[in-house]
């Protein structure tokens, strides 16, 4: 671990194991490091895990799975792609990734912001409970599956069964829409979300017309067991 | 029957006289219980939803009975010698490990599926006694910590509730790939459970039917596991356990997988594990019964020369001591009980008869946890029902249960002249019936050798 400033600390991953940079991390953050950056972190997985410190951890090159993974407080800065699961259960805090991320981006997130400036692949936003995630260009199907709070911003395209089963929470897509799930609909646009759609274009520089972004929410009609709305059920239990 | 005389099929008594008026046979495939389900479900328009395990008798532990000793081996005295219960598990990769006064935990039940005094009469009592409890669908109930010294934080597909922070309270963590009762589907939570203290706690809207995912939203197979229970290791710093929990379906293969993705610890939920709800067709069709799993589970890690360091809680159907000395016996290092907590608490007693009747049921045959509507304050969110059951008093109960399990552990274990309850052994016991020879391969009783095909 070197010092770069007193408020700065650079970790060389090469051959470190994986819980000794993590620990690295915690110890930085609590002597008061507020940025801290990874070198050479080769696609490894389950870097900047449960990070509780209001810290920053600038991944300098590609992340493996998990990245940023139960974060609350923490922000990290991901220069490449990252794997599955990228901030996968953050509570709050921010994670960022420069280039795609795999399956699962944001799953179950609680709260914060996850920013994709690529692709997200499928279920990205799968079963999110609050909180945003913004994808610069695309994502895979069943993005938005069982998503229960926050919102998911697409600007690109979504793949098939988008929002598929969704509780709440609300899916905004600038692009193509492959197919909707069982039982997500289509909704107006309205001021307080062309407001929000605002903000986070503006915040990650995307060039985009809020009011050209399609809307997708619940149509609620999963949430009790009807014998009324087979055609749905049949397709969801 | 007119005269009274029954029936036999085909249009006379048992004594072969004719039976007048009229001829009832009812056929086996078209039983009165088909019929009822069939037209049941074209009332309600889907499959059927209850609670508890399935109805039907399995392969169990009680097809297998003990030989303790006589003139071959020498007992140990049952009110004097010592017999060890203390149970240490987890140690496999160096996290702090477990230790059960008793090899027994109570079971992941989720507040939501319980009430509140359940819970916390289940985490009294499982502390007096020295086990485990474990959270369930829903995360951590606020006070669960405070009323259980030794806490297992479920990690489950739905995530609801799943909050890092209280993973870093707990004592051990479990990732559960499935349950006995419905192996292959997840949960289930239905409208009158559903509360908004509850919904608050799950970040779902009031009064859902809540289904659960049954896949993981963040990995699939054995080496994403792998990938998980080390994320799992780093949120803790490698401090506690990594358990997993299956549902017993391809036992063999499942247990192996699950002991290479790095689990500390498998938890093994077999066909007669319990829920709070779930689809009729589940619990009967689906899983293969706790005791051959047992031993299926127990031939794996010793396949793969894990057997002791990958540790094996087995579940489902276990009823009392007996039961799990004979788990014990087949290998398993402890068991995991639910229903039987329950009905510790009081499930089942027969006292507010008018309560049952309401629910179509009686004492002795409730099953309705799924309705919320539980007649002694268990399975419910009804803060009126909730109040018959008080904590204090309840968990007495249940340690009174546990202390009983334990005793009877302990009494087979001397009998069969072990000082420790984890140095029963197949040899101890004897099969009632051919199929449980055939699938522990202990000897049939009454034959030197096991029934093998």
New interface residues.
């Given amino acids: 671990m070197a010092a770069v400033a007193a408020s700065q600390v650079e970790i060389d991953c090469s051959g470190l194991p994986t819980r000794e940079i993590n620990r690295g991390i915690r110890r930085a953050a609590a002597d008061g490091a507020t940025e801290i950056a990874l070198l050479h972190p080769a696609g490894r997985h389950n870097l900047c895990v449960a990070l509780f410190d209001p810290a920053t951890v600038r991944v300098r090159g590609d992340a493996g799975w998990y990245c940023g993974g139960m974060i609350d407080g923490g922000t990290v800065l991901i220069d490449g792609n990252a794997g599955w699961g990228v901030a996968e259960n953050a509570m709050t805090g921010r994670v960022e990734v420069g280039g795609n991320a795999g399956t699962g981006a944001g799953a179950t997130m609680h709260g914060g912001e996850l920013y994709v400036a690529g692709d997200a692949g499928s279920r990205a936003a799968i079963s999110l409970k609050g909180g945003a995630v913004v994808v610069g260009r695309s994502v895979g199907y069943m993005s938005g599956f069982m998503m229960q709070r926050g919102s998911l911003v697409v600007c690109g395209d979504a793949g098939e069964a988008l929002g598929d089963s969704m509780y709440e929470g609300t899916i905004y897509v600038a692009g193509e829409v492959a197919s909707l799930g069982a039982d997500a609909i289509d909704a107006e646009l309205e001021p307080a979300d062309e407001e929000f759609l605002r903000s986070e274009l503006d915040r990650h520089e995307l060039d985009r017309d809020p009011a050209s972004f399609r809307k997708v929410v619940s149509g609620r009609k999963l949430w009790n067991f009807s014998k009324k709305e087979f055609e749905v059920w049949k397709t969801a239990l | 029957m007119e005269n009274g005389s029954v029936d036999n099929g085909n249009g006379h008594g048992p004594f072969g006289e004719r039976v007048s008026g009229r001829v009832l046979r009812p056929s086996h495939i078209w039983s009165p219980g088909v019929i009822e389900d069939i037209q049941e479900k074209a009332e309600?328009?889907?499959?059927r939803i209850r609670a508890y395990s399935t109805l039907r008798r399995t392969v169990h532990f009680e097809d297998l009975t003990f030989v303790p000793c006589t003139l071959t081996r020498i007992p140990l005295e049952g009110y004097r010698e010592r017999c060890e219960t203390r149970t240490v598990i987890g140690a496999r990769h160096g996290a702090e490990p477990i230790t059960l006064s008793t090899p027994i935990t109570i079971a992941g039940m989720s507040y939501g599926a319980l009430s509140a005094n359940a819970k916390q009469a289940l985490g009294w009592a499982a502390s007096r006694v020295g086990i485990s409890t474990t959270t369930g669908d829903g995360g951590m109930r606020p006070g669960e910590r405070e009323d259980s010294k030794t806490l297992v934080y479920q990690v489950l597909p739905?995530?609801y509730g799943?909050?890092?922070?209280h993973?870093?309270m707990a004592d051990a963590a479990e990732v559960v790939i499935g349950q006995g009762a419905k192996p292959g589907t997840g949960g289930l939570l239905l409208?009158s459970k559903m509360s908004a203290t509850i919904a608050e706690q799950r970040?779902?809207?009031e009064?859902?039917?809540q289904?659960s995912?049954v896949r993981h939203?963040?990995?699939f197979g054995p080496d994403?596991l792998q990938?998980?229970i080390?994320?799992l290791?780093?949120?803790?710093?490698?401090r506690i356990p990594i358990y997993v929990k299956i549902g017993a379906c391809r036992v063999l293969e499942d247990v192996k997988l699950a002991a290479k993705a790095g689990a500390d610890l498998i938890v093994l939920d077999g066909l007669e594990g319990a829920t709070g709800a779930s689809p009729e067709a589940l619990l009967d069709h689906t899983g293969i019964p706790t005791m051959p799993a047992t031993v299926l589970a127990v031939r794996a890690l010793r396949e793969e020369g894990l057997e002791g360091e990958v540790n094996l809680i087995v579940s489902g159907g276990i009823r009392n001591g007996v039961d799990a000395a004979k788990a014990l016996a087949l290998g398993a290092d402890a068991v995991s009980i639910g229903t039987a907590a329950l009905i510790a608490l009081n499930c089942n007693k027969p006292v507010h008869h008018e309560d049952y009747e309401r629910l179509g049921t009686e004492a002795g045959a409730c099953h309705h946890c799924h309705t919320g509507g539980c007649p002694v304050g268990i399975t419910t969110q009804d803060p009126e029902l909730a109040k018959r059951l008080p904590p204090q008093e309840a968990s007495e109960r249940v340690e009174h249960f546990l202390n009983s399990m334990t005793m009877e552990m302990q009494m087979m274990a001397r009998a069969c002249g072990k000082s420790d309850v984890h140095d029963l052994e197949p040899e101890d016991m004897r099969a009632l019936t051919l199929e449980s020879s055939l699938v522990t391969g202990i000897p049939f009783a009454g034959m030197d050798r096991p029934v093998a095909l």
């Fill in positions: 309600i328009g889907r499959y739905s995530r799943f909050d890092p922070h993973l870093q409208e970040t779902l809207p009064g859902v039917d289904r995912p939203p963040d990995f994403d990938i998980k080390e994320e290791r780093e949120a803790t710093d490698g």
